[in-house]
């Protein structure tokens, strides 16, 4: 059973107050489940309390903790509401709300995949520290499932898979993405895992004496180009992410790199780029494989250098090159955002009340333009994230590419709608985004065949923008084709460009004004 202390352990930046929530809601919650026992036949208080350690790890605040001691009482009838309420105040019971609503609904199957995705979103939209609470909540479970009934492990795992992993990656929190999708795996596809998991042990044994020496080589010559402050480390990639690669590459282990790889981690982003400089000085890299995603950051947040290089020790390995921040982050995601580990006990609170999943859709523009850290504050940092900053700064030393910046929002930063297909695949677009986006976001074919949509089951036109939740049925034939009139009532830039190619216009915006022009013309003929 985790011990109070254990969780407390995990606080260093909290205040007082803070911690005295924590142990009322840890003697709450034992005294309310004391009659209760998991299936596994251990009390049932072992659960809500390893649930509060994982959200204090992740730095969450403490009412989130206190919500993932007391997430099962009101469930499961042990405590009212008003009694959640009155004794740990109206932030503690609307996050305990939260996760009852989202634990009434589970997935059974394509249907019911869409209803529960929409709910969960839907009552994330409120507050991303509920959609934590349930990441945590789920993670516990599945470490014990192998003591819940057979018949209902497969459903929990697939839910867990195909619901809870991609939201955690969404978060940008590649730790809890991971955990969960290896755990869940073996229930799945048993013969899928028992190989993956062979190819991963052969893969260690082949590499890991190599690994070792390029790791020595890479020390001693960063140590000669006054790179000294950094630290390196052998990941070795989950099961379920090889899995999928294996499908990808046709079971051909030799087309796989990243097996295993080497993580550099440093200071700051300068030492990054002079580490990577370093080791293409030092071996070559594969043409093609070099990714910058810290100019580039993936839209879940995710930074850090890959380069794909060749060496006489292990062969082709990939590294990985990143700042320590970059590494925080790429484990825990948003939660690294929200967290007073980050943000320093000086940081105003009052920040955690307000990050939503709102905050991630749509107040990330306005932050960019307010939200600089001060210079040289001593470790000071501002309550957004950093990265966010450093795109701010990036956007005025490219000033004049004011298309890059308009990308850069479009692409990343825009209001985004859930959208799903009637199968309950979700499909991620730009808010005002169009059946034509949808279409061509399924697949260019689609797109390019497009002749009729239903939203939520009723026929609307192409022009049509679409909500959150909607359900969006694509029909086609082959003999509908994109009109330039398309081009006028899409919003992304992947069905502009899958338009302009199927009208055979080449040159894009001017040009395109033009050939309109005449096609309608000559339509009206
Ligand atoms: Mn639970």
């Not at 850069?408 to 297909?421: I, M, P, W």
């Not at 923008?465 to 994109?482: E, W």
Request: glycine share 6%; proline share 5%; charged share 30%.
């Amino acid at each position: 059973m985790t011990p109070l202390r254990d969780i407390l352990a995990e606080m260093s930046g909290a205040a007082p107050d803070e911690a005295a929530l924590v142990e009322k809601a840890y003697e709450f919650s034992k005294k309310a489940h004391a009659s209760h026992t998991r299936y596994s036949g251990e009390p049932y208080f072992i659960h809500p309390a390893a649930v509060a350690k994982v959200l204090a790890e992740y730095g969450m605040d403490a009412a989130t903790i206190a919500a993932g001691l007391l997430h099962d009482t009101v469930e499961d009838g042990l405590a009212s509401r008003e009694e959640i309420e009155k004794e740990f105040g109206s932030d503690v019971l609307f996050l305990v709300d939260g996760v009852t609503k989202l634990g009434r609904h589970k997935y059974r199957g394509a249907e019911r995949h869409a209803e529960s995705l929409r709910r969960l979103l839907v009552a994330t939209a409120s507050d991303i520290r509920v959609l934590i609470v349930k990441l945590a909540d789920r993670y516990h479970n599945m470490t014990t499932l192998e003591h819940v009934p057979a018949h209902k492990r497969r459903r929990i795992a697939l839910e867990t898979l195909e619901i809870f992993a991609p939201i955690a990656d969404r978060l940008g929190m590649g730790k809890m993405k991971r955990d969960l999708e290896d755990l869940a795996f073996p229930y799945v596809d048993p013969d899928a895992y028992t190989h993956a998991a062979q190819v991963r042990k052969l893969k260690t044994k082949e590499t890991e004496d190599g690994l070792a020496k390029v790791q020595k080589t890479l020390q001693k010559d960063f140590a000669k180009k006054g790179l000294t402050e950094f630290r390196t480390e052998i990941r070795m990639k989950g099961l379920w992410s090889l899995h999928q690669k294996l499908k990808r590459k046709d079971d051909d282990i030799t087309r796989i790199h990243d097996i295993a790889a080497l993580r550099i981690i440093l200071p700051k982003i300068e030492d990054c780029y002079a580490a990577l400089g370093a080791v293409h000085a030092l071996y070559k890299p594969l043409p093609g494989e070099f990714k910058d995603y810290i100019a580039f950051p993936k839209p879940n947040g995710y930074q850090s250098l890959h380069t794909t290089v060749v060496t006489p020790d292990a062969g082709i390995v990939e590294i990985q090159i990143r700042s320590e921040d970059m590494h925080r982050r790429a484990q825990f995601g948003i939660a690294s955002h929200m967290s007073y580990k980050q943000l320093g006990k000086n940081a105003p609170r009052s920040s955690f009340a307000g990050l939503s999943f709102a905050w991630v859709r749509s107040l990330i523009p306005s932050l960019m333009k307010v939200s600089k850290p001060a210079a040289g504050a001593g470790g000071a940092v501002s309550p957004s994230p950093a990265w966010l900053s450093e795109l701010a700064d990036a956007h005025s030393s490219i000033a004049g590419s004011e298309e890059f910046v308009e990308g850069l929002k479009e692409d990343f930063f825009s209001h985004r709608v859930f959208l799903f297909t009637p199968k309950g695949d979700v499909v991620d677009l730009p808010a005002q985004s169009t059946p034509i986006d949808f279409a061509y976001a399924i697949h260019s074919d689609i797109g390019n065949h497009l002749q009729g949509a239903k939203v939520n089951g009723k026929l609307v036109s192409f022009d049509t923008a679409l909500h959150n939740g909607d359900v969006v049925d694509i029909m086609t034939r082959d003999s509908a084709h994109p009109s330039p009139k398309w081009l006028e009532e899409c919003r992304t830039s992947l069905a502009r460009k899958h338009i302009r190619a199927a009208l055979g216009m080449a040159e894009p915006e001017k040009q395109r004004k033009s050939v309109f022009r005449k096609r309608t013309k000559r339509e009206r003929k």
